[in-house]
């Protein structure tokens, strides 16, 4: 295990890694510049971003299968609060449209009117995943905040049945955001979260959700399965965890210094084997 995950060109402060507890419930921890992470992690990513692409799987017809069942989904369908309505925004000579309401919402659908919603996640330029969460149910997570045309074909064709505010992990010092409400929007993801303060590093990470219904090993994609990072404890018994004291570990930013190393060194490679060929050229005899 690293602590220092330090990746290039990176833009966030914080890196969650996944894993997994004797009894097969998955976790995730939510790591800062110095906190440890396995020695063979490569991503940089965060909590939401890891739990709605990370764990689902993309299917034929382009939508990602999160695999969850309807007791895991219910704690994560909460009432929006904010008024649904298009507003336009303009900044240094853009403009722009926006709907808050469908910002990261999870959705339910008629299942038989899928195409029409495939279709209308296709009118988002920013291209958002369309994450399902089950198909029995018609549950799906989506981010239409920017998407007038998508979100007008679906009300032209009643595809929406009820709308939710999906559940969102922010770093509470980034948000304000007090502990208590933190673990409470935290508990609605139905995983194990644990966090890692960024000072001291040598802190325990405290368990920030206890689901009544976790994901299970085998609800993750196959390859994840396969080679997911597995501790000697249960997390439902275990509320703050001594990473430290479980793996070898080195600290986060010296894995991005030596990620950045890495990088500089192969761009030098390539100059350096341009200028011999360029220099070798020269000294080869003309064509008549």
């Known amino acids: 295990m690293k602590i220092d995950k330090e990746y290039p060109a990176t833009h966030s402060m914080s890196t969650a890694w996944y894993c997994v507890d004797e009894e ?57 609060e904010v008024e649904d309505k298009w507003e336009e925004h303009r900044f240094n000579g853009d403009s722009w449209v926006q709907n808050k309401s469908w910002e990261e919402v ?22 958002y995943d ?10 799906f997570f989506v981010e239409f905040a920017f998407n007038r045309k998508g979100v007008e074909l679906l009300e032209e064709n009643n595809v929406v049945i009820a709308k939710y505010k999906a559940p969102k992990y922010d770093e509470i010092w980034d948000h304000g955001k007090s502990p208590e409400i933190q673990e409470a929007e935290s508990n609605r993801f139905p995983l194990f979260i ?8 040598e802190g325990p990470a405290k368990r920030m959700s206890n689901p009544v219904h976790p994901m299970k ?3 993750l994609p196959r390859e994840m399965q396969e080679n997911i990072t597995r501790l000697p404890l249960k997390f439902m018994a275990t509320e703050h965890i001594q990473l430290q004291s479980i793996f070898p570990w080195i600290l986060v930013e ?6 950045a190393m890495i990088v500089f060194m192969k761009f030098l490679l390539q100059v350096v084997k341009q200028s011999i060929m360029v220099g070798m050229k020269r000294f080869l005899p003309k064509k008549n």
Not at 130 to 135: A, E, G, Q, W
Not at 254 to 259: D, M
Request: net charge negative; aromatic share 10%; hydrophobic share 40%.
């Open 254 to 259: 010296q894995k991005r210094h030596i990620l």
């Open 194 to 201: 644990y966090h890692e303060e960024f000072y001291p590093y």
């Open 24 to 80: 097969g419930n998955v976790g995730i921890f939510d790591i800062q510049d110095n906190g440890p992470i396995p020695e063979d992690w490569e991503q940089d990513l965060e909590v939401n971003d890891m739990f709605w692409h990370d764990f689902s799987l993309e299917s034929k017809d382009g939508v990602r299968d999160l695999n969850l069942t309807m007791e895991q989904i219910s704690p994560m369908l909460m009432p929006i």
């Open 217 to 219: 090993l085998s609800q």
């Open 130 to 139: 369309l994450v399902c969460l089950s198909r029995k149910e018609g549950y």
């Open 106 to 127: 999870i959705i339910k659908i008629n299942m038989e009117k899928l195409p029409i919603l495939i279709e209308a996640a296709s009118m988002d330029k920013d291209d």
